[in-house]
């Protein structure tokens, strides 16, 4: 049996669509545990949420279709993985346009301290 992969759109997509994708709570934490741990199962996804696997399988066409998830089948599992790629690209498009200085601020390395926080502002004790 061949391994069947889904590759995000080519085309370039909308970046509203990437937000509007963000903008979803459960979508989010779909993100997060998929940066955290790789590839998952369709199914795996769906037993960390309290909610039906068609409404996760919804979110999953939403995150796809904003080009931020790729899938691919292996047997009859639908395994899902992260395009951080692509919300890289469209948050910092974002972030050029309103943002201009985000550009040196990404490239600046923070260091953290206990007494700070990741801005390097003093936290209150």
């Not at 399988?57 to 951080?84: C, F, M, P, Q, T």
Request: net charge neutral; aromatic share 4%; hydrophobic share 40%.
């Amino acid at each position: 049996m061949s391994d069947t992969v889904s590759e995000p759109p080519r085309e370039p997509v909308d970046d509203a669509g990437v937000f509007r994708a963000l903008a979803d709570p459960t979508r989010r934490q779909i993100l997060e545990d998929l940066r955290a741990g790789g590839e998952l199962a369709a199914g795996e996804i769906a037993s960390r949420f309290a909610i039906s696997a068609p409404s996760i399988s919804r979110h999953l066409g939403v995150l796809k279709g904003a080009g931020l998830v790729a899938e691919r089948r292996d047997g009859n599992r639908i395994l899902y993985s992260l395009v951080e790629d692509r919300l890289a690209t469209s948050v910092g498009r974002f972030l050029s346009a309103v943002c201009p200085e985000q550009i040196v601020l990404r490239h600046t390395k923070w260091r953290t301290d206990p007494g700070r926080d990741a801005r390097g502002q003093e936290n209150p004790a």
